[in-house]
């Protein structure tokens, strides 16, 4: 065990008087009965008070027990961490788009207007689809956008209809999406090699089912190869074709969702286009779709004539409003700056590279972990921890000891389907040295496993923290600090 | 390492894409730019919006707000910017404990026992709050104030409309606030929650204990969101005068007005409400040593566990946001706060003064206000609008789609604003409206 400092929490190093901003004079005329009509208050109770040095001090510590993208790999899963350019940061903090107040009148802000028109362009151009709105939050944002979408326009044929049919490998956010927009939930089985079953959608699909969510590649990294005749058959009981553009990594500039024949899809912009996760958001997550839909988007939308750009907030069959103001309008300029930054060749060559590091990995830990399913990946794959649980060691364990390694361990949560799952994606971004130094802790890990599975059960050993009381903290929810 | 792999191309990586699906030539988007031209081009954008030559008094969910040097520059160290969602508590304690502390905060600011670790904005913020009422009490009738900011109201409408809830708007009264017959006359056993902003979108203080009293008597929820939360450094506490919820907006504490987002919705509520709590939340605990250390908790709520039976869809929120909030709070601190709260106030109090001594200038409302306030005119404020902008100044929000205020805007004033540039505001006003 490592000898760490402990960094203390806020309050507990807060000392009375202490400050760390000081405040211009006031320089009108004050008015001490000022708001005597309503109740005050005296005090913010126990609100810390410390100085610039030890507010530096503290989140700088805080900082350095941070796993992040900028010290080493990050392979989780459908989450597509990838490098964050430097120059996207630099970019979005220019004073002429971080000051402009989003009720400022239009004339004021055309570049910003101009900025969100071209992203919409771009991103139309990389999904094949015809109409975009820039304004969900969040990728689970943009499958409830996407969603609403579907449902206003069966609403306007007199029938919201009642089912959405989601495959079992998908994410949680699919159903419960799903779920808020007033619909039940019917999962499809996935087939042997890990997609869709087509004869399970074919029983299941009827006039009351409103749309299928799809992933695609899916959650275990297959490309759904029946697309297709997927939407060929949503399609012909008059259902639409969601889809979920979490992996849209592997994707772009091979193939495009719109000639795949899916109507409506959100991107995530903090996974394929590279903006910062920063620790649980802000992502965002636009919404595209085929011009049947567009009479549904959100409001307002962009429009631009004679190179005036011009917000549009008349709409009458607009779902209305999904967030306030235009979206998460400094991630969208960093996503774009990445697109303008790759070009054409460089998106094309994003997905090609994403795709042969996650090959390389999966030939290079075949054998030592089991592929549930062989079918041929894309940009992740989905091992379990089968092998492993011959002595007892399970895929908690086995990333909690890559920990150990110095390693960002891979998602375990999902896919349903596949039991202890450690669902890999490496991204482009990784160098083979990167790769490797993950395959070969890996592997000791393997050997570990079977040597030495203690070590794994009772692994992370050299970390800020070790293996902390999950039940604990539920059990007992102590979510807030007090005096 | 396609040899490692054992393909000749990269071509056959994607064989699992049908032949005719897949592009035949590069996508049709501008040619790849280098950093320095990367940087020309957004540069060039940026300069295309001239609203930095204004003196603007706009605000209306949106303020501007100094930012201390230490917000920007500690929240910018990659080890904050580039981690995923601490699903590693034992590599993510940095992003945990801030969380923590972030969750403390908005408990201190908004008197009550439980917060979450942040939601979109303070739109849908408005939105979850009146969804987790009605699960909590299993009724579909909503009541909305007129007075919440109109697209908070759109939102809600939005995912309301599609649950098959009742969404009731209440009207306001001369002082601005609520009308206590309104509330009463639409109040019955079938509520789940009346939600009303406060300050409420005009600028006017609610009187939270009154409305409290009104529904909890009928057995409902009151939520009150917050658009300036600079306000509860200031005001008696929400929680403390009854409030069950109090979302908002976090958008003043730290962070920059950009054209709308990111921004940051936070939401605390009663500890009996917290298994209908939307989104992540930090807990405390102990590592196997006994050392203190931090994990996301609760999360049988969330959709990753209960799938469609979760509170809410939320997955990724706005992290990053919620650290600038929390770097800001605690730069201001106890004092600062509540001092930068006052100053809010009497800044926007001589405005008002300083506005309404132009002749047929007169404040709309009598109800007591915190930084912003409607002003009625003698005229359509668009006219007035248009000429105090050929004078270089952004006289405030209109308010035309509000019936009977046509002459009327929502003017906000922060630190930002000295007394020299308030009294540039009432002299340019005089001159327009001479």
Same mark, same amino acid.
């Given at each position: 065990m490592t000898k760490v400092s402990r960094e203390p929490l806020i309050f507990e190093i807060s000392s009375a008087g202490k400050t760390a901003f000081k405040l211009p004079a006031l320089d009108v005329p004050e008015k001490?009965?000022?708001? #005597?009509g309503v109740p005050l208050r005296t005090d913010i109770e126990n609100f810390p008070e410390v100085s610039e040095p030890e507010i530096a001090r503290h989140f700088t510590r805080l900082s350095q027990t941070n796993y992040c993208v900028d010290i080493g790999i990050y392979p989780l899963g459908s989450c597509t961490m990838k490098y964050n350019p430097k120059i996207n940061e630099k970019i979005a903090s220019l004073p002429g788009l971080t000051q402009t107040?989003? =009720?400022?009148?239009?004339e004021l802000v055309q570049g910003n207007l101009e900025l969100m028109k071209m992203l919409e362009k771009l991103l139309l151009e990389i999904t094949g689809l015809e109409a975009i709105t820039l304004?969900? #939050?969040a990728g689970a944002h943009g499958e409830l956008t996407g969603m609403m979408l579907i449902r206003a326009y069966h609403q306007a044929q007199g029938n919201p209809r009642k089912y959405v049919l989601i495959p079992d490998?998908?994410?949680?956010?699919n159903p419960s999406s799903a779920h808020i927009c007033g619909y039940t939930v019917k999962e499809i089985k996935s087939n042997e090699r890990g997609t869709v079953s087509v004869e399970d959608l074919t029983r299941l699909?009827?006039?009351?089912? #409103?749309a299928l969510m799809l992933t695609n590649p899916n959650t275990l990294g297959v490309?759904?190869?029946d697309i297709c005749q997927i939407a060929d058959i949503v399609h012909s009981r008059g259902g639409f074709l969601y889809m979920?553009?979490?992996?849209l990594n592997a994707l772009a500039g091979i193939t495009r969702p719109g000639d795949l024949k899916v109507d409506v899809m959100h991107l995530n912009l903090h996974k394929t286009f590279s903006t910062p996760h920063g620790g649980g958001g802000p992502g965002a997550g636009p919404v595209a779709v085929k011009k049947i839909l567009e009479?549904? =988007?959100?409001?307002?939308v962009i429009e631009e004539k004679n190179g005036v750009y011009h917000l549009n907030y008349?709409?009458?069959?607009s779902i209305g409003?999904?967030?306030?103001? /235009?979206?998460q309008f400094l991630v969208a300029v960093k996503a774009l700056a990445y697109i303008l930054n790759l070009g054409p060749a460089g998106l094309k060559e994003m997905a090609e590279t994403a795709v042969l590091n996650s090959n390389y990995l999966r030939k290079n830990l075949e054998g030592l972990y089991e592929l549930k399913y062989d079918t041929p990946t894309l940009h992740e794959c989905v091992f379990s921890d089968k092998y492993q649980k011959d002595y007892g060691v399970t895929n908690l364990d086995i990333s909690k000891r890559l920990l150990d390694y110095g390693l960002h361990p891979p998602t375990?949560?999902?896919?349903?389907?596949?039991?202890?799952a450690l669902m890999i994606e490496p991204t482009e971004t990784e160098s083979r040295r990167d790769l490797d130094l993950f395959i070969e802790a890996m592997k000791a890990i393997a050997r570990e496993a079977k040597e030495n599975p203690e070590l794994l059960r009772t #692994?992370?050993?050299?970390? /800020?923290?070790?293996? =902390?009381d999950e039940v604990l903290a539920a059990r007992n929810p102590v979510l807030r600090w007090e005096k | 390492m396609l040899v490692r792999i054992g393909l000749?191309?990269?071509?056959?990586?994607? +064989? +699992?894409?049908p032949e005719p699906n897949r592009l035949k030539k590069l996508l049709n988007l501008p040619a790849a730019k280098s950093e320095p031209e990367l940087l020309a081009y957004f540069e060039e954008k940026s300069q295309?919006?001239?609203?930095?030559?204004y003196l603007s008094f706009l605000g209306g969910g949106a303020y501007d707000h100094f930012i201390p040097a230490v917000v920007d520059y500690l929240s910018s160290r990659g080890e904050f910017l580039?981690?995923?969602?601490?699903?590693?508590?034992e590599i993510s304690q940095g992003t945990l404990q801030v969380i923590f502390e972030f969750q403390t905060l908005i408990c201190q600011l908004t008197g009550l026992e439980i917060a979450n670790?942040?939601?979109?904005?303070g739109a849908t913020g408005a939105a979850e709050a009146v969804l987790m009422a009605h699960r909590a009490k299993e009724k579909n009738r909503l009541l909305v104030a007129s007075t919440v900011n109109p697209q908070y109201r759109q939102v809600i409408y939005t995912y309301g409309k599609n649950l098959g809830l009742e969404i009731i708007e209440l009207p306001c009264d001369q002082q601005g606030r609520v009308e206590p017959k309104g509330l009463e006359a639409a109040l019955?056993? %079938?509520?789940?929650v009346l939600l009303c902003q406060?300050?409420?979108?005009?600028?006017v203080i609610e009187d939270i204990k009154s409305l409290a009293e009104a529904v909890h008597q009928k057995g409902a929820m009151l939520a009150v969101v917050i658009s %300036?939360?600079? +306000?509860l450094a200031l005001l008696e506490t929400p929680g403390k005068l009854g409030a069950d919820i109090v979302t908002g907006e976090g958008?003043?504490?730290?962070?920059?007005?950009?054209? *709308? *987002?990111p921004y940051l919705g936070f939401m605390a509520c009663r500890k009996e409400f917290v298994r209908q709590l939307p989104g992540r939340i930090v807990g405390q605990t102990v590592d196997v040593d006994g050392r203190r250390g931090f994990v996301l908790t609760? +999360?049988?709520?969330?959709q990753h566990i209960?799938?469609?039976?979760?509170?809410? &869809?939320?997955?990724?929120?706005e992290g990053h946001c919620a650290l600038r909030a929390t770097i800001y709070l605690e730069t201001l601190g106890r004092k600062g706060l509540k001092e930068l709260a006052w100053f809010n106030a009497q800044k926007a109090a001589y405005a008002r003064e300083q506005l309404t001594?132009?002749? *047929?200038?007169?404040?709309?409302?009598s109800g007591e206000v915190f930084n912003e306030f409607v002003l009625e005119f003698p005229q359509s404020f668009e006219d007035i609008n248009q000429k105090l902008k050929a004078r270089g100044i952004l006289g405030g929000i209109g308010?035309?789609?509000?019936? *009977?205020?046509? &002459?009327c805007a929502l003017v906000t004033v922060t630190e930002k604003h000295s007394q020299e540039k308030i009294d540039l505001y009432a002299r340019t006003l005089k001159e327009v409206l001479r």
């Open positions: 001490k009965d000022l708001l #005597a107040h989003p =009720l400022a009148p239009e304004q969900p #939050a490998s998908a994410h949680g956010t699909m009827d006039e009351d089912v #409103a490309f759904e190869s979920d553009g979490a992996n009479p549904f =988007l959100p409001v307002p008349n709409r009458p069959q409003r999904v967030r306030s103001f /235009y979206g375990m949560s999902f896919p349903l389907i596949v039991h202890g #692994a992370p050993h050299i970390t /800020y923290v070790r293996r =902390l | 000749d191309s990269v071509d056959k990586l994607f +064989s +699992s894409i295309k919006n001239n609203y930095n030559q580039s981690p995923y969602t601490p699903y590693q508590p670790a942040s939601l979109y904005d019955n056993q %079938e509520t789940a406060s300050p409420n979108y005009f600028g %300036e939360p600079l +306000s958008q003043s504490f730290g962070l920059p007005l950009s054209y *709308g *987002g609760l +999360s049988t709520r969330e209960r799938r469609e039976k979760a509170t809410s &869809n939320i997955c990724t929120n001594t132009t002749p *047929g200038v007169k404040s709309k409302f308010l035309k789609d509000f019936p *009977g205020l046509d &002459n």
